[in-house]
């Protein structure tokens, strides 16, 4: 396969995260250096369905590495879900005479990825760009570095309100499935409490938690929620719950959202994507396919589709343990 791939696509799909940019850059350089054509799909796997196609070169990726969002846009595709949709896009790369692609997402663009490798036998590699961090086979995703500088910066301006009016705030943020986020910025930004869907902290352990804060003389509170968290239906419910058994309170809760996936990628992400963008090409290059690149102690590595999407990232057990220390 050495001399077959002369085409390589590239794409962003589910999710954005801060990152996906530095990688387009990254792929697209990548092939200019090693004289292969780069082919930017738009919209992702839609994008591929509908033929939405085109040719970058070197300089199309110019002044975009410090960008955060994708130029290539992104979107989740139901079609692409089908045989006829993946027969459909397969039809429009072989149409365009695209010899392999490089897929920048989450694990739902990695399973479409691995089925679509599986049906047609098509060259592909993955790059993990997701802020939660919830990827099997790298210590790091795209993303990931960026939304904990975000949120941390956001929590260090809640606290001087809570500080200023005496408050508890309840701080909810991205981590559907796992808590990484939210154990990272909660020892980080100097919570009392963090709560993540790996530990059931239970709203009674909640309640006493905050009373010994409290009667330690701490009078201003933070607690840093996932919104996977499993003990409260929402942050609300939480809110709700710590209104009616806890006296001395003002409670309130911030949701920080969508603005954790966006803004400039740090200095970590910007590297790691260049580092993804040529280990991905130089892969498809030298045969290699159905792999994600990843990160092992600041090693490149590769990891087969079927691993990446089926294992579950594990929380950092000593990170729990130095959180209990802090809140004392």
Known sequence: MLHTIKKIGVLTSGGDSPGMNAAIRSVVRACAFHDIKCIGIYRGYEGMIDGDFIEMDARSVKGIINKGGTILKSARSTEFRTIEGRTKAHEQLKKAEIDAFVVIGGDGSFTGAMIFNQEFDFPVMGIPGTIDNDIVGTSHTLGYDTALNTVVDAIDKIRDTASSHNRLFFIEV???????????????????????????????????????????????????????????????????????????????????????????????????????????????????????????????????????????????????????????
């Open 174 to 328: 991205m981590g559907r499935d796992v808590g990484h986020i939210a154990l990272n910025v909660g020892i980080a930004g100097g919570a009392e409490e963090i709560l993540i869907p790996e530990e059931d902290l239970g709203l009674d352990r909640l309640v006493e938690s905050l009373r010994r804060s409290k009667k330690s003389g701490k009078s201003s509170s933070i607690v840093v929620v996932a919104e996977g968290d499993k003990i409260g239906k929402s942050v609300f419910e939480l809110k709700d719950y710590v209104d009616q058994n806890m006296e001395g309170y003002d409670v309130r809760v911030s949701v920080l959202g969508h603005m954790q996936r966006g803004g400039s990628p740090s200095c970590f992400d910007r590297v790691l994507a260049s580092r993804m963008g040529v280990k991905a090409v130089e892969s498809l290059i030298t045969g290699k396919s159905n792999y994600m690149v990843g990160i092992k102690n600041d090693v490149m590595d590769l990891t087969p589709f079927d691993q990446a999407v089926k294992g579950k990232s594990k929380i950092n057990m000593e990170l729990l343990r130095v959180s209990d220390i802090m809140t004392i």
